[in-house]
C-alpha cells in the first residue's frame, strides 16, 4: 500500500507545523510545536516561515520516525509531537 504526505505548513498561530501522515485507518493530522524543532533541530527562534519549513524538512525522517513510533502505541486522528517525544531517555548521555 502506499502513503501519501499531505504538505506541510506552518500553522497559523504560528506554534508550530502541521503535516499529515495517511496511514492504511486514514489521515492522521499531525503537528510538530515550533519549540521542538529550536530544541531538538536547531530553528532559531524568530524564524520566518521559509526557515521553519526548511527545518522541519531536514529533520523530516525523523519527525516521521517518532510520529508512527507514537501512533503505533497509541492510535489517534490527531497527534501533536513536543520537545519530550525527542528527548532521549538517558538524558542524552
Same mark, same amino acid.
Given at each position: 500500500?502506499?502513503?501519501?504526505? /499531505? !504538505? &506541510?505548513?506552518?500553522?497559523?498561530? *504560528?506554534?508550530?507545523?502541521? %503535516? ?22 536547531? /530553528? !532559531? &527562534?524568530?524564524?520566518?516561515?521559509? *526557515?521553519?519549513?526548511?527545518? %522541519? ?30 528527548? *532521549? ?5
Amino acid at each position: 500500500m502506499e502513503f501519501v504526505e /499531505l !504538505e &506541510p505548513h506552518v500553522l497559523a498561530d *504560528r506554534r508550530g507545523v502541521v %503535516f499529515g501522515l495517511v496511514r492504511p485507518n486514514g489521515t492522521v493530522q499531525c503537528v510538530i510545536t515550533l519549540t521542538t524543532l529550536e530544541r531538538h533541530f536547531w /530553528l !532559531e &527562534p524568530g524564524a520566518g516561515d521559509t *526557515r521553519i519549513l526548511k527545518t %522541519f524538512r531536514d529533520g523530516y525522517s525523523r519527525i516521521r520516525a517518532i510520529a508512527e513510533r507514537r501512533l503505533l502505541a497509541h492510535p489517534a486522528a490527531r497527534l501533536e509531537l513536543t520537545p519530550e517525544d525527542f528527548a *532521549r531517555p538517558d538524558g542524552g548521555r
